[in-house]
């Protein structure tokens, strides 16, 4: 983070002269006073400018980029990042090879993890949210898809059977998939059981 000293006659000037040196527009320049101006002897003589120390806030974004990049390089991987500028999120599409599949993980896993990192990091130093999506090869869409066929093969065996069947533990994330997915079911109900990462859905009759 670059940060600067700059004198003017007022603290406007002072800051206009800030957001020049810096390329910055002015939401994102914080600046702080060190020096009020002051007049001298008959308001001629003495006379002291303003005095601001300045620096540009960090961007969100940026800050979880450069993140995420420096993290997988230090896990041995080498993958390009796309950046893609959604409605409300920020889709960071990880491309590469034959780490990709090490870098999702089982289930997601280890996707999930580093996209956990990246929005703390992101917005750790930032008013604004910005909420942040990592994903590789679709993988997303192939598992959300996977998850809907999966609740609803088993909401028809307990509709057949009339017995509850409890599924292995999932994120909360991939939980909140089932639950939508099987709301609209008449005769099934879905409620979660369990902590941490032994919580689970359980699918039974109504």
């Given at each position: 983070?670059?940060?600067?000293?700059v004198?003017?006659?007022?603290i406007?000037?002072?800051?206009?002269?800030?957001?020049?040196?810096?390329?910055a527009?002015?939401?994102?320049?914080?600046?702080?006073?060190?020096?009020?101006p002051?007049k001298?002897f008959?308001?001629?003589?003495?006379t002291k400018p303003?005095?601001?120390?300045?620096?540009?806030?960090p961007?969100?974004?940026?800050?979880?980029?450069?993140?995420?990049?420096?993290?997988i390089?230090?896990?041995?991987?080498?993958?390009?990042i796309?950046?893609?500028?959604?409605?409300?999120t920020?889709?960071?599409?990880?491309?590469?090879?034959?780490?990709i599949?090490?870098?999702?993980?089982?289930?997601?896993?280890?996707?999930?993890?580093?996209?956990?990192?990246t929005?703390?990091?992101?917005?750790r130093?930032d008013?604004?949210?910005?909420?942040?999506q990592l994903?590789?090869?679709n993988y997303?869409?192939?598992?959300?898809?996977?998850?809907?066929?999966?609740a609803?093969?088993?909401?028809?065996?307990?509709?057949?059977?009339?017995?509850?069947?409890?599924l292995e533990?999932?994120s909360a994330?991939?939980?909140?998939?089932?639950?939508?997915?099987?709301?609209?079911?008449?005769?099934?109900?879905?409620y979660?059981?369990?902590r941490g990462?032994n919580?689970?859905?359980?699918?039974?009759?109504?």
């Amino acid at each position: 983070m670059t940060k600067i000293t700059v004198s003017g006659k007022t603290i406007e000037e002072a800051v206009s002269k800030a957001l020049i040196e810096l390329g910055a527009t002015k939401e994102r320049l914080v600046y702080e006073v060190v020096e009020k101006p002051q007049k001298g002897f008959l308001g001629i003589l003495g006379t002291k400018p303003a005095k601001i120390t300045a620096h540009v806030k960090p961007d969100a974004v940026e800050e979880g980029y450069h993140f995420l990049k420096e993290t997988i390089e230090n896990m041995g991987f080498t993958v390009t990042i796309e950046e893609k500028r959604l409605e409300d999120t920020v889709l960071f599409e990880l491309v590469g090879n034959e780490d990709i599949g090490r870098l999702i993980g089982k289930r997601g896993q280890t996707l999930d993890s580093l996209e956990y990192l990246t929005n703390l990091v992101a917005n750790r130093l930032d008013d604004d949210f910005v909420r942040i999506q990592l994903d590789a090869e679709n993988y997303r869409a192939k598992r959300q898809e996977a998850l809907e066929n999966l609740a609803h093969r088993v909401s028809q065996k307990v509709l057949k059977r009339r017995h509850k069947v409890v599924l292995e533990p999932m994120s909360a994330k991939e939980r909140k998939v089932i639950h939508t997915s099987l709301q609209d079911i008449e005769g099934v109900e879905t409620y979660s059981q369990g902590r941490g990462k032994n919580r689970h859905i359980v699918i039974a009759p109504k």
